[in-house]
């Protein structure tokens, strides 16, 4: 009984304690964001030489004790969680030049949040956002981008929450660099923002104009037509044109530029990837059947690419094949030894980012033209025909871990024949640093032929192999890789090795 009596009473002393653990998280997350944040841009530079504060608060917030809190403190823990953790990856990974820049940043990256292990997204969609969402917190949250409301240099705190978010939502709304009214032309555009969320907005409201609207000091005329401005996801950061870029030419471009994401706008890539394909042998039929020749085939893939919009959501380019062939006998073979080189082909190709809340996903299209005459013949150098090529880009992060993933549609027209080609690609890539990754590859790619009976696929190959990528400088990579042709129907047998050279400016 006397126990029993000893531990109330200690419960009871130690009440106010637990009672203040909320107020002081808040008032050091308002310390903190005081410190670091000017005209609503964080100074990373000094966070990233002085995180002991920032790591402090991470370790609180996983901590944290949400089970005797209200709506209103819970929903302030999380608004505040949000920003801190997001602020956290970005130092994690400094210097880096955009959120999108890092794989997972939004979905792949989990921290513990009051005993959970959450992504941001998860903290978003499912503690902030409801049935019922407010959509003033899409003001309140940080996504470290230049495209974002601009951060509120102080916490958000359970007692004046509803008066904060709508002085955070009435001085978003009323800033002309996020929403854009030109009076001349009757046109309004606005933040990509209200076209992800939009039905958070017109809960309440006829459209999203009209939500906008009601925290307008100076309302928009609804007539006026509604577009939207591309996204800007530069790092919402302190710093000068100069040490800007800096920061993109530092960050670990093997790890922030996989095929998947696109480049910032101004930036510059020169690619070139080197194959060569060897094969004694094809598939005819289901049978293995020997050349008694060596057929040795060179293709090299030059290519330039351009960053064109703000949002880094655009690209184009434009690509170059040389193609080169060795005939060569071998075990006695009667045919004639034979070689060519030729640029085989080239054309314009552009690369998109279809979904701003996906930068992992992106679809690149090129068009081809063929560059020389008789490219099939007499023997077979290239393909002597038009192609479009069309490629399914997505890939995502888990801890040291990467997925690519990669579709094709690649058609060949030509007057007297035309087939697609549907390759399917995967990788598996491992970072032991940030300089570095290992990877395995494997591909089947079916063929498919028109004729009068409607399409039929008459042949595919399906091949493996291994390869590694190293950054010898923040501008260029290298890679190399050796695959095998390890089965095919009415295909090719053989191997290839490659070499590839990116460089990014």
């Not at 890092?102 to 979905?107: A, I, Q, W």
Request: charge should be positive; glycine fraction near 6%.
């Amino acid at each position: 009984m006397s126990k029993l009596i000893y531990t109330a009473l200690l419960m009871f002393t130690l009440h106010p304690i637990f009672a203040q653990q909320p107020e002081m998280f808040f008032a050091e997350v308002d310390v903190f964001l005081k410190a670091y944040i000017h005209d609503g841009l964080f100074d990373y530079e000094k966070l990233h030489n002085q995180p002991e504060a920032l790591e402090k608060l991470s370790t609180e917030i996983g901590n944290f004790d949400l089970r005797k809190l209200s709506g209103d403190e819970r929903k302030a823990f999380y608004i505040n969680a949000y920003n801190l953790l997001a602020i956290l990856e970005v130092i994690r990974n400094y210097p880096v030049a955009s959120p999108q820049h890092v794989p997972g940043f939004f979905n792949g990256k989990k921290n513990k949040i009051a005993g959970e292990l959450l992504t941001l997204d998860d903290l978003e969609n499912n503690k902030l956002r409801g049935k019922k969402t407010d959509p003033r917190i899409h003001f309140a949250l940080i996504c470290v981008a230049m495209g974002c409301p601009k951060i509120g240099k102080f916490a958000y705190r359970p007692s004046n929450l509803d008066q904060q978010l709508s002085q955070q939502t009435s001085l978003t709304l009323n800033d002309s660099t996020f929403i854009r009214v030109d009076k001349k032309k009757k046109r309004v555009l606005i933040s990509e923002i209200f076209k992800w969320y939009k039905k958070d907005f017109i809960l309440d409201e006829e459209n999203v104009l009209s939500y906008i609207n009601r925290y307008r000091n100076e309302r928009i005329d609804p007539n006026f037509k509604v577009g939207y401005y591309p996204y800007d996801w530069s790092l919402n950061i302190k710093k000068n044109v100069s040490q800007a870029t800096d920061l993109v030419e530092n960050s670990a471009n093997i790890i922030v530029f996989t095929p998947s994401v696109l480049l910032n706008k101004g930036q510059v890539e020169i690619k070139s990837f080197n194959n060569i394909y060897t094969q004694t042998a094809i598939d005819s039929d289901g049978e293995k059947v020997n050349l008694d020749e060596r057929q040795t085939f060179y293709t090299g893939i030059f290519q330039l690419t351009y960053g064109i919009s703000n949002s880094s959501r655009f690209n184009v380019g434009f690509d170059i094949y040389l193609n080169s062939v060795k005939y060569k006998p071998i075990n006695g073979g009667n045919n004639a030894p034979f070689d060519r080189t030729a640029i085989g082909s080239l054309g314009p190709r552009i690369k998109v980012n279809p979904i701003a809340r996906i930068p992992t996903f992106s679809v690149q299209s090129t068009l081809l033209f063929p560059a020389a005459n008789n490219l099939e013949s007499p023997r077979f150098l290239a393909h002597d025909r038009l192609t479009w090529w069309n490629q399914f880009f997505f890939d995502k992060t888990i801890d040291q871990f990467q997925i690519f993933a990669e579709g094709d549609l690649i058609f060949r027209f030509r007057k007297d024949a035309t087939f697609v080609r549907t390759p399917v690609s995967l990788f598996l890539s491992y970072f032991p640093s940030q300089k570095a990754t290992f990877y395995g590859f494997i591909q089947h790619s079916p063929r498919f032929d028109g004729n009068e009976g409607g399409v039929t696929r008459t042949a595919w190959f399906s091949q493996a192999g291994i390869g590694l990528k190293y950054q010898f400088t923040p501008r260029l990579n290298i890679e190399l890789l050796a695959t095998d042709f390890f089965t095919a129907k009415n295909d090719g047998l053989g191997k290839t090795y490659n070499i590839g050279f990116r460089f990014i400016n």
